[in-house]
């Protein structure tokens, strides 16, 4: 369908209005996958639903009692190993028929889940639903953040994936890199001027990224044979490090499960309880705790781009780690306080593990929320955006599905203890992020190559080098600056940025 023809809002809207609009449609999605968070941490302790899912029952003090808690958690859990596989699905999609129409896929996929679970009459269909709804959203995880990024300029990508995270709007219809990709040039070339601008300054400048598009598309032609998900994470890319930028988003991902945000999520409830709250009551402050969370990644909007990736990670994995091992300890003392009848103790040691946890979520919400989507969605190479995205969902998948099948256990068995263990992974997650993972922020899409082209994995050559390419070659930072790529995946020879468009072509 030509994006020129019937009704766009594109047709309507340009420049940051229509990135606005883009990123509303990409939020929707964004919206329902942490909404199943959510709606599983209340319907977890649902009468109903444990006495139909026969995971256990409800005492007469209205709390419930679970006596089969690997079942509760495969239950949330298996939702996940669907995402994984999803996600995979989506990025190959994606690639084929373009960014939209995965888009509306796995929105379709993700409602006949959604349907089932509504319906489900025990443990059984439940699974097989959460299995089919967790399909739909990877599909959907693994395609909206690469286009939201595709479509915003690098000054500013990091604000935009951080708004989708807060909004839930509209829609529209564009994806110029896609396009360029299957041929469809005038109609990139239109949206890019929709996007940029069509007049002035504005055109020359979506003209010349345009320009860089096709060129970088056709080098991916070239290499087609290597941009499958197996090349990418076991192939060998040359100087592009491909395999190592899929265990990176991979790793990212799973820790960010791990710094405590899957278990607070889904059974908030029964960590409120293990403070000391009534069942009725960890319901409606899991749900106060919610909000607070949707709110906090308001700060992220207005900080990411200002800070970078590895800043907003760090003060977030301090302040979460903070938060985790002083909720556990409230927990404990407000559990001793209980069991030697010191009513008035355990409720204000209830109270302060709770604004613990709130502090928690807060703090999530603003740094380890956003970084782990952003950061898939950046690095990789146009050829392999999607697909690399998807890698990214994977990571999530395995993180959050290992973690909600194994809470209840923890729960169970070692009660708030679990806590400090998310504590410690908080810990832990400040040296990996220092090692390991180069900055993105205020770099092209394209110019990632450069930066990943060191031969170690350490961030400091990675930075190094990077600062090296950059003196010796300035036109090539020129070019990469306007979404040009600049690294052969082979010889690690670079590009030149100053020549004509003919001769990019063929140096490509």
Known sequence: MD?????????????R?????????AALSIFFFGYDQGMMGGVNNARDYIDLMGFGYVNDAGDPVVTDSLLQG??????????LMGCLVGGWIGDKIGRIKTIAFG???????AVL??????????????????????????IVPVWATETAEHTSRGQFIAIEFTLNIFGVVVSPRWLAKVGRDEEARYILQRLRGSEGEDAIKAENEYQDIRNVVIHERKTAQSNTYW????????KLHTARRVQLVIWLQIVQEWVGIAGVTVYAPTIFRIAGFSSEKSQWISGLNNIFYMFSTLICVFTLDRIGRRWTLYWGSVGQGIAMFLAGGMSAAGIAATASGNTQAASAYG?????????????????WLTVPWLYPAEIFPLEVRAKGNAWGVVGWSIGN????????????????????????CNILSIPMVYCLYPESNQRTLEEMDLLFAADTPWVWDAERNFERLKLENPDLVAAASRGNSVVDAESGLKRGGSIGNDEKSESL
Request: glycine share 10%.
């Open 117 to 142: 679970q509504c319906s489900a009459q025990n443990h059984s269909w439940m699974i097989c639903a959460r299995l089919i709804n967790g399909w739909g959203t990877g599909a959907l995880n693994a």
């Open 351 to 367: 109270a302060a593990a709770a604004s613990f946890v709130f502090m928690f979520t807060f703090v999530f919400g603003a740094t």
């Open 107 to 113: 929105a379709a996929w993700a409602i006949f889940g």
């Open 231 to 238: 090349h990418m994470a076991f192939g060998n890319s040359g």
């Open 17 to 25: 209005s229509l990135l606005i609009a883009i990123n509303c449609v």
């Open 74 to 83: 495969g239950i949330v859990s298996v939702y996940y190993l669907g995402t």
């Open 3 to 15: 994006q020129r023809s019937g009704f766009r809002v594109a047709a309507k809207l340009e420049k």
């Open 401 to 424: 599905g290992w973690l909600t099948l194994l809470c209840p256990v923890m729960f169970n068995a070692i009660s708030e203890k679990t806590l400090y263990i998310f504590g410690a």
